[in-house]
């Protein structure tokens, strides 16, 4: 006659392979929560990079063609030739040009955007009636917000101003 065996659920070996799988499931965990850590890092500092070489283009580069207007403006510069010293016409064509034209031309497809030049104390610059900002002001409530200022000069106007350029 047999006897009836009963199974024993939790044998040593049984509990010991539950930990080797938890342990081995835990560090899988552990190691693509690093690696997604990592990769959005580096997507942030590349961005921050292209913000900054960005920001240098409209700073450094007197646009193309040279003495550019709204309807000729291929690529946007805002330099009077000489390094951070803005071009005031160049500021006045850029901000009275129409949304969709003036966004395509500073090239952030599919962000919301904040371009401005500001005096020393957080005022937005204005030429005529051409008030120097453009984009949406409320970020604060953003996520991933870039953000780059520069001091710079207005040829004809004293002290300085900077231009800020936020992204999101």
Do not use: C
Request: charged share 30%; hydrophobic share 40%.
């Amino acid at each position: 006659m047999k006897k009836a065996s009963k199974g024993q659920v939790f044998s040593a070996d049984f509990l010991v392979g539950v930990i080797v799988v938890l342990f081995i499931l835990t560090t899988v965990q552990v190691y693509h929560s690093r690696v997604i850590d990592d990769i959005n890092e580096e997507e942030r500092l590349i961005f921050q990079e292209a913000l900054a070489s960005r920001t240098d283009t409209l700073l450094l580069f007197e646009g193309e063609p040279e003495n550019w207007d709204s309807e000729s403006v291929k690529v946007l510069g805002f330099s009077t030739g000489t390094p951070n010293e803005l071009n005031e016409t160049k500021l006045e064509e850029y901000f009275s040009m129409e949304d969709e034209e003036a966004e395509d031309l500073l090239g952030f497809y599919g962000r919301e955007f904040f371009l401005s030049v500001e005096n020393e104390e957080g005022e937005v610059l204005t030429s005529g009636d051409v008030e120097f900002s453009r984009g949406d002001r409320n970020w604060e409530h953003a996520e991933d917000i870039y953000t780059v200022e520069r001091k710079v000069s207005l040829g004809n106007r004293k002290g300085n101003a900077n231009l800020r350029l936020v992204v999101w």
